[in-house]
């Protein structure tokens, strides 16, 4: 019997070696069976027990040029990443098509603060591309590269599938409902969109989410000039910073619209540190509908998106760009306003 190899792991020579075989028909034993025959891919297969090897999965799926894998492209760094409920939610739809087509999941943020950096070093067959503008640099590189992809929350492109929700509609949706309450004073909790935006203006989901609200202050003969505007990362705790700083505005709001769940969490954990009741004394809304809305005190009116189903749309459609399959369009999601219990009129 051949004897275990002493210090590092036994290769394909070894196995070869033992077994009274080439290279080559240790290689053929695990992906061609049928170009050997049944007793010589028998005795190298023992062999291989024997020692304790197994072919590098690298390697085959290299020599394949498949990895079975779908890549995430995120604009964020993974601990930002993590700490947003949303992504959660949006890989859950992602992870139920990957579990269901019998495909990996790997996360793939920036790497030294360069989305682009890290593309080279995914070994994926197609990224879901979260966030990015369709004009970057990201963008080109995966074409560049012939890499299948599927863009999220962009703007439409014409050479790649891409799926977002009706982000105009959802705001102004919203902020009509507050305009009918009778609140004037509003404050916007914004997405923060980066340092170079106001010489660019406002693009992809927050860009078509100021339009929304827009909208709506146009049919009260009201502009964005009317409203307090906060710009922060997605975070609780920016929320609750930013909303300390817009009530210390003389007049104070009476409204806070966040544009997102999590903002809008950390609005009402600073208005009630303040001493100020929510409803009763400011109104607060959001935009996601992440589970926890349901249940928080007050149970937070906000916009509903379908995010699991926005992940498990993205990544059929990735599959299918992947396997040559006919090219999907693209694909907006709905919206609905959720009325729940942390808007009401205004104070009088």
């Given amino acids: 019997m051949p004897s275990r190899k002493v210090g590092g792991k036994p290769t394909s020579s070894d196995v070869a070696r033992a077994a009274g075989v080439s290279r080559s028909a240790v290689s053929f034993a695990f992906n061609s069976p049928q170009r050997i025959s049944v007793a010589t891919r028998d005795r190298i297969l023992a062999v291989a027990a024997e020692l304790g090897y ?6 085959r799926m290299l020599q394949a040029g498949t990895t079975n894998s779908i890549g995430v492209l995120l604009p964020q760094r993974l601990a930002r ?3 947003n409920p949303y992504y959660a939610r949006f890989l859950m739809g992602v992870g139920q098509v990957c579990d269901q087509e019998g495909y990996t999941l790997l996360l793939t943020p920036p790497l030294q603060d360069s989305v ?10 197609g990224f879901v591309v979260c966030g990015l503008e369709t004009e970057g640099a990201e963008v080109l590189e995966l074409e560049r590269r012939g890499v299948p992809f599927v ?17 105009r509609g959802g705001a102004r949706e919203v902020t ?12 916007v909790l914004s997405m923060g969109p980066g340092p170079d935006v106001r010489a660019r203006g406002y693009r992809g989901p ?3 989410r100021m339009d929304g609200i827009a909208d709506a202050l146009a049919s009260a003969g009201m502009t964005m000039a009317d409203v307090a505007l906060a710009e922060v990362p997605v975070t609780r705790a920016d929320g609750y910073s930013a909303t300390r700083e817009l009530m210390r505005r003389d007049p104070r709001p009476t409204a806070i619209l966040a544009l997102s769940d999590v903002l809008a969490y950390g609005a009402v954990d600073a208005l009630q540190e303040m001493g100020l009741d929510v409803p009763a004394a400011v109104s607060v809304t959001g935009f996601d509908d992440l589970a926890e809305s349901a249940w928080f005190r007050p149970r937070l009116t906000t916009v509903r998106q379908p995010i699991v189903t ?3 749309t993205a990544a059929d459609f990735l599959i299918s760009a992947m ?26």
């Fill in 81 to 83: 990443i993590l700490e």
């Fill in 323 to 348: 396997r040559g399959e006919d090219q999907h369009p693209h694909q907006v999601l709905g919206t609905s306003l959720i009325v729940r219990d942390s808007a009401v009129k205004p104070a009088s």
């Fill in 151 to 167: 863009l999220i929350d962009s703007d439409r492109y014409e050479n790649a599938p891409s799926v977002e929700v009706d982000d």
């Fill in 176 to 187: 009509r409902y507050l305009l009918e309450l009778g609140h004037r004073r509003l404050a």
């Fill in 310 to 312: 926005k992940g498990r």
């Fill in 116 to 125: 682009l950096k890290a593309i080279p070093y995914a070994a994926v067959d």
């Fill in 54 to 59: 197994t072919p590098n999965p690298v390697a």
């Fill in 206 to 208: 927050l860009g078509r």
